[in-house]
């Protein structure tokens, strides 16, 4: 019997990394202008998940083990995801108004 070639974790997951890449840009950009709005929102509903996580990473030394090991490392990564997530949470809800805003009525 042949032994299966074992694939490394990390080329595995790089490629699962560029593929998710190649498939985000080619669905946004395919997106018609009348569903760009509820795309934003659900958009702006992943960063409110990603600023979660992103405070879990923030608030490691109160883990069990004490935090030992990345604890500096894991705050910082936790830190900019916060950040970054607000930023595009803020950016979203902007855009999202100026779309609404252009389907309205104007007043004379």
Do not use: C
Request: hydrophobic share 55%; glycine share 10%.
């Amino acid at each position: 019997m042949e032994q299966a070639a074992i694939i490394d974790p990390f080329t595995y997951r790089l490629a699962i990394f560029v593929l998710a890449i190649f498939v985000g840009y080619y669905v946004v950009w395919s997106v018609t202008p009348a569903l760009h709005t509820p795309l934003m929102a659900v958009t702006n509903a992943i960063s409110s998940v990603i600023i979660v996580g992103a405070l879990i990473a923030v608030g490691v030394e109160l883990a069990p083990d004490g935090g030992a090991g990345g604890a500096t490392i894991s705050k910082w990564l936790g830190f900019v995801a916060v950040i970054l997530a607000s930023v595009n949470i803020f950016g979203g809800f902007l855009v999202t108004q100026r779309m609404l805003a252009m389907y309205k009525k104007k007043q004379k």
